[in-house]
């Protein structure tokens, strides 16, 4: 994965997914998902480390926390997201749909408690049942509506870059 | 990985973190916000734009469409004058909200400085939004951001929070890091509003013996020396003991902003006035 699959593939549809992005709260008005943690996600899939990787996967955390508030701190977790499965693909070898699938659940999950986190850190009033309940709603609509774009841009690489499950120019 | 790549990440993050911690700790801003802000504010801005028509491109002709096929060049004639109605509509619209935000503003002798919202970024843990106004406009951090409310008077949305050269940041009410100063206008007993990523906000730390009820208005106190006094909030939808500490009530509070159709809002050109 070098600078012509970033150019061409890559940059585009992190374009897109800004675009979409923008438009989510003035024609939807409603929330869409994370599309920037989705697109790591599918980047990662393709088990190529390289310098590359690591600054594309600086630059999504980047543009979310643009978005949102802590442009660097999502830098920093979306780099540690890479480092920890670079890990594991050197004890486990990432084989098979089924097995990214596992781990695109794991990694939305890890997310979305550091969301969580965030947002405790930054909550200024006590946690009571009600506000855990909606916690766990939320919860549930980042992890769902996320997963269901890392299935959609992985689908769309593999069609559009002509690449196979495990193999990229 | 080996140990001196590993390393080398480990110091290159490091270093981010420290820089991006430095210029943040100086400028009150994101060093990547500011370069990707400017080359980007004028895509949001777009955006925005181009949602906004959509929407009312929706609202106002698709439900239409259906019901007027009796003349295409007819209805190619009403679509455009209603295309320029509605452009003078939108017109109107801003006016009214401008005459009204300025007709039910005198008493606070600030300037203010009208803003569009130019992105909202949809989150289930925060409440953020964009405006079109930065520091060349005068803004600066902390500066509270109103919006006219119909008839009922200024509502408060929010506060500024990261100023870049033609843009802003800001966090509305609901934002989990949000607090304000409050009173009841009926029973006159403060408190402190703290938004928590929720379409209502929480109220704390009323007084155990207050009258409060449900559809009481909250107003700002003016005492955190943030916002002014006098700005409505919204009102008192419940009301319970707290939990953990007896001594208080505290009660649920739906703001009176819509935040769903907020297009317009207004920045107070006021700084924080800290006494000791």
């Known amino acids: 994965m070098g600078i012509k699959f970033s150019f061409y593939v890559l940059l585009p549809l992190l374009l897109w997914l800004f675009f979409i992005k923008i438009l989510e709260g003035t024609l939807f008005s ?27 996967l600086f630059f999504l955390g980047v543009f979310k926390g643009i978005l949102l508030i802590g442009e660097i701190f999502w830098g920093v977790i979306f780099v540690l997201l890479g480092l920890a499965w670079e890990k594991f693909e050197k ?45 766990i709603l939320k919860f549930l609509v980042y992890f769902g509506l996320t997963y269901g774009w890392t299935l959609l841009l992985y689908l769309v690489i593999i069609k559009f870059s002509k690449l196979s499950y495990d193999k990229v120019e | 990985m080996s140990l001196k790549r590993f390393f080398l990440i480990f110091l290159v993050l490091t270093l981010v973190v420290f820089l991006g911690g430095i210029w943040y700790g100086l400028r ?45 060049k007819l209805k ?80 408060l949305v929010g506060q500024v929070v990261e100023v870049y050269r033609n843009w802003s940041k800001a966090i509305l009410i609901t934002d989990p890091s949000f607090a304000v100063d409050v009173v009841v206008q009926r029973t006159r007993d403060r408190g402190i509003l703290k938004g928590k990523a929720e379409p209502l906000c929480n109220l704390e730390y009323l007084p155990l013996y207050s009258q409060v009820q449900p559809k009481d208005l909250i107003v700002t106190s003016g005492q955190d020396a943030l916002f ?31 935040l769903h159709n907020l297009g317009i809002v207004f920045v107070l050109i006021k700084t924080p006035e800290i006494s000791f």
Not at chain 1, 42 to 51: A, E, G, M, R
Not at chain 1, 100 to 126: E, G, P, Q
Not at chain 2, 117 to 132: C, H, R, S
């Open chain 2, 28 to 72: 009150k801003k994101g060093f990547f916000s500011e370069i990707l802000g400017y080359v980007f504010s004028p895509l949001w801005k777009s955006g925005s734009f181009l949602g906004w028509e959509l929407k009312s491109f929706y609202r106002d002709y698709l439900a239409l469409v259906e019901l007027k096929r009796e003349n295409e």
């Open chain 2, 228 to 258: 002014p006094p006098g700005l409505m909030v919204g009102e008192v939808v419940s009301v319970s003991r707290e939990e953990t500490q007896g001594l208080f009530k505290k009660a649920e509070v739906k703001p009176w902003v819509d």
């Open chain 1, 30 to 56: 409603f929330y869409l998902g994370d599309p920037f943690l989705a697109l790591a996600l599918v980047i990662l899939s393709f088990k190529i480390f390289s310098f590359w990787v690591f600054l594309s």
């Open chain 2, 76 to 155: 190619e004639e009403i679509l455009k004058l209603r295309s320029e109605l509605n452009l003078y509509r939108e017109r109107e619209a801003l006016y009214q909200e401008l005459e009204r935000f300025y007709k039910i503003s005198p008493f606070l002798s600030y300037p203010k400085v009208g803003a569009r919202i130019i992105l909202k970024p949809m989150d289930p843990f925060l409440g953020v939004i964009f405006i079109d106004k930065g520091s060349q406009d005068g803004i600066l951090p902390q500066m509270p951001i109103l919006s006219s409310a119909g008839e009922k008077g200024l509502t």
């Open chain 1, 91 to 135: 004890y486990f070898k990432l084989e098979g749909f089924k097995l990214k699938l596992i781990l695109w659940s794991i990694s939305i999950f890890l997310i979305t408690l550091v969301n969580l986190f965030f947002f405790i850190y930054r909550l200024k009033i006590k946690i009571n049942l009600e506000l855990i309940s909606s916690l």
